[in-house]
């Protein structure tokens, strides 16, 4: 299938997704994750209109980013080791995975911009899944006040990998309910708009449960 013929048909998910939860499309922002894929593969999704790219590894990022520079606007979306920030923040437009308070440090450290992050949220609490557990994160956000060049956008979480429909949906509402409870905390580095939740299996649900960002791999660009 072509990206765009993909692209098509999520795009008719997602307005039905919307119009069952009376939101408006626009409010989502589709990152195509391309980590699967080529270079060629990676210019298609470009060419059908996807103006957000996603990628989980260091290596695959810098390859896609040294191509396509300012072609897209760029989403590190993959666990972060702190030695490697400096290769990646000046690159890098959003990081979806700031889950712990050295890495917050160190790309503070790096940047001398303000830079737009998501802290990663484990809601299922599986052992094998990053992210700072749901009760510790406004401690978090509150140690992370010192650091002025982070910029927490909002939360991201990855639900676990089951077509247990109501656990999903369950998964991405205690993420919203985080979302709420952190915006009454009116923190000046955390404004914690977005929802960076869903992917190629779950997006409606996410989308339904106050999604912002849609991280879709397999079913946009597919996996080779
Ligand atoms: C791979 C990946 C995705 C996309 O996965 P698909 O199921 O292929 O859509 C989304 N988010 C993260 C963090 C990923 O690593």
Redesign the pocket.
């Known amino acids: 299938m072509t990206v765009s013929a993909n692209l098509q048909e999520i795009r008719s998910n997602i307005r039905q997704a919307c119009a069952n939860s009376n939101r408006n499309p626009e409010e989502i922002t589709i990152i195509g ?1 391309t ?2 894929v080529t270079i060629e593969r990676t210019e298609e999704t470009i060419n059908a209109g996807i103006n957000d790219l ?1 990628e ?1 590894r260091l290596e695959g990022f810098l390859e896609k980013h040294e191509h396509f520079q300012d072609q897209a606007k760029w989403h590190f ?2 666990t972060l080791q702190s030695r490697k920030v400096k290769d990646i923040i000046d690159k890098v437009d959003v990081i ?2 700031l889950d712990r308070l050295s890495l917050a440090k160190e790309i503070n450290k790096r940047t001398t911009v303000p830079i737009d992050c998501f802290v990663q949220v484990n809601v299922s609490g599986e052992k094998s899944k990053h992210g700072l557990s749901p009760d510790t994160v406004i401690t978090f956000l509150n140690d992370v006040q010192t650091y002025e060049n982070i910029r927490v956008v909002g939360l991201m979480t ?1 639900a676990p990998h089951v077509n247990d429909e109501k656990l999903l949906r369950d998964t991405f509402r205690q993420l919203a309910t985080l979302r709420s409870a952190i915006q009454q905390e009116n923190l000046p580095q955390a404004p914690c708009h977005y929802l960076s939740m869903g ?3 779950d997006y409606q649900i996410a989308i339904e449960e106050g999604a912002t960002h849609i ?6 660009v597919g ?1 080779n």
Do not use: D, P
Not at 215 to 220: F, M
């Open positions: 994750v980590k699967y996603g989980n979306i993959g979806h995975s990855m992917m190629s299996n991280r879709i791999g397999s079913k946009l996996t």
